[in-house]
């Protein structure tokens, strides 16, 4: 007897590997990372022309890496055998998105981890134990310039790949556009630029990345808009896929909730940043923007992790042939 399993999840076909929620915080963490990447990069660049955000110029650089290895961890967390992951770093396979990725990411790692090192202040570099490390820290520092234009780029490369690495699935065809790894590049920036608000100390900076950050959001609403009309120009197949979004059933539900909170918090973000930038400000900001600054920081975090949960799960939903 001959059996054929059309099916593509875990109920139909117990032994598929579906991507869960440990993916989809990998996909975020990964992006965030790239931002705080590229938007510390310009941070440092921009500081030769005026006062340097102390907190910005070294924290941040820290914080990419820590965020990147607890992105992995998730992502660590998901594989069926952790222990065999060494296994992507024996061979490289042109044509495998996965293959790029991990050399990527391990091409990068000791990027960012010099120019954390390149951006510690001496009053914090103090505090190392390790003479060694700390030696080495200060041959780093000359280079500070070179490694921030060098990490601008790689987090440019880093967040662009978290969407390359859904897109590549052809047989998804809600991952299967080109669009997707553009929406999850502008959206890791944002995300980026929002921590960097939240994180900076000086009115300059934070009004500086709260306008780059609406203009990131406006570009990730637009991104969104042009990604579910190529699909919905697209094939049955594609049209069907993004159905999820824009159905009250009950199934769907919570897929159509989360296109509404995109719509809400991108927009009120704006709104909030839109406010805040063009108020009267003293030298000080005060207690109400800074609270209009966080809050809206905060929602640009949590719209962006929707989109990378949201395009995780409804994207295992169909495939070309039908829902599964």
Not at 82 to 88: G, L, N
Not at 166 to 183: D, G, K, Q, T, Y
């Amino acid at each position: 007897m001959e059996l054929s399993i059309t099916g593509a999840n875990a109920i139909t076909y117990p032994v598929m590997h579906v991507w869960d929620w440990r993916v989809a915080v990998y996909l975020f963490l990964g992006g965030m990372s790239g931002g705080l990447m590229s938007m510390s990069a310009i941070n440092y660049i921009r500081s030769k022309k005026g006062p340097v955000d102390s907190a910005c110029s070294w924290q941040i650089p820290v914080m990419a890496p820590i965020i990147l290895a607890i992105g992995l961890f998730f992502l660590n967390l998901d594989l069926s055998r952790p222990f065999h992951a060494f296994w992507f770093y024996l061979a490289f396979k042109p044509v495998s998105p996965m293959s790029w990725g991990a050399w990527l990411v391990l091409a990068i790692f000791p990027l960012m981890i010099l120019y954390a090192l390149s951006a510690l202040p001496n009053a914090v570099k103090a505090k190392i134990k390790h003479a060694g490390l700390r030696g080495f820290a200060d041959k780093m520092q000359p280079h500070l310039l070179k490694l921030a234009k060098a990490n601008f780029l790689a987090g440019i490369l880093l967040a662009i790949y978290t969407g390359i690495l859904l897109s590549s699935l052809v047989a998804r065809p809600l991952w299967n556009s080109a669009i997707l790894p553009i929406l999850f590049l502008c959206s890791g920036m944002s995300a980026g630029a929002a921590v960097m608000i939240m994180v900076a100390k000086t009115k300059e900076t934070k009004l500086f990345f709260t306008k780059v950050d609406i203009w990131l959001i406006i570009a990730e609403l637009t991104i969104l808009l042009l990604f579910f009309y190529g699909h919905y120009t697209g094939d049955a197949a594609h049209r069907q896929a993004i159905m999820p979004f824009f159905s009250t059933s009950h199934d769907f539900f919570p897929y159509f909730l989360s296109i509404v909170i995109i719509g809400v918090a991108l927009p009120l973000a704006i709104v909030l940043k839109f406010l805040e930038v063009t108020g009267e400000h003293t030298d000080e900001l005060t207690a109400s923007g800074l609270m209009l600054m966080n809050a809206s920081a905060v929602l640009v975090l949590i719209g962006s992790a929707i989109i990378r949960f949201a395009m995780v799960y409804a994207g295992q939903l169909s495939g070309y042939g039908g829902y599964m």
